[in-house]
Nanobody
């Protein structure tokens, strides 16, 4: 059983920063990519950022480009999301997810095979 466990969420003021972590545990699994999604109240879950596991290429939603950075530590089996210059509209539950096999830069929910439980990020104005 593969488990993805997010941490690092919290309450911050606009303009501040947070770093989310997602640790993968359980049986060893190969993955093509990992990503972060978010879901605000009353809205659909949306793609935020992704990283190709082997090569490290990254890709982002336009709404976070230049403010958020995704990275991974292969030895620790962990992916991170550094969020800077946070805005109230970034408030959401943030989910970590993994793709077993894929091509290109996966941005849709259906491309991801494993999901974490989510961590709340709240940005006050």
């Amino acid at each position: 059983q593969v488990q993805l466990v997010e941490s690092g969420g919290g309450l911050v003021q606009a303009g501040e920063s947070l770093r989310l972590s997602c640790a993968a545990s359980g049986r060893t699994f190969s993955r093509y990519a990992m990503g972060w999604f978010r879901q605000a109240p009353g809205k659909e879950r949306e793609f935020v950022a992704g990283i190709i596991w082997s090569g490290g290429s990254t890709f982002y939603a336009d709404s976070v480009k230049g403010r958020f950075t995704i990275s991974r530590d292969i030895a620790k089996n962990t992916v991170y999301l550094q969020m800077n210059r946070l805005k109230p509209e970034d408030t959401a539950v943030y989910y970590c997810a993994a793709v077993r096999r894929g091509l290109g830069f996966p941005r849709t929910l259906r491309e991801y095979d494993y999901w974490g439980q989510g961590t709340q990020v709240t940005v006050s104005s």
